[in-house]
């Protein structure tokens, strides 16, 4: 199943650089999320494997909406 990664600000999803069953290390950029014209990275807090991915590239987040998961 893996540990969530959540949202830390509303806004639309930008870039998914990752896919499923990826290895990815502590601090490579997941995601990055667009809110008020800014382009926010979503890092990874440790290093695993991509289990899962909940949102597409345009998909509007709220904070704390899980984003992936990490295992």
Avoid: C, H, W, Y
Avoid at 29 to 44: D, Q, W
Wanted: charged share 25%; aromatic share 2%.
């Amino acid at each position: 199943k893996g540990e969530p990664l959540l949202a830390p600000l509303a806004g639309n999803i930008f870039k998914v650089d990752v896919t499923v069953g990826q290895k990815v290390a502590e601090g490579e950029v997941l995601i990055i999320l667009e809110a008020m014209k800014m382009e926010t990275e979503v890092k990874a807090p440790r290093a695993g494997t991509v289990r899962s991915i909940k949102v597409a590239e345009g998909n509007a987040v709220a904070v704390g909406d899980e984003l992936l998961a990490i295992g």
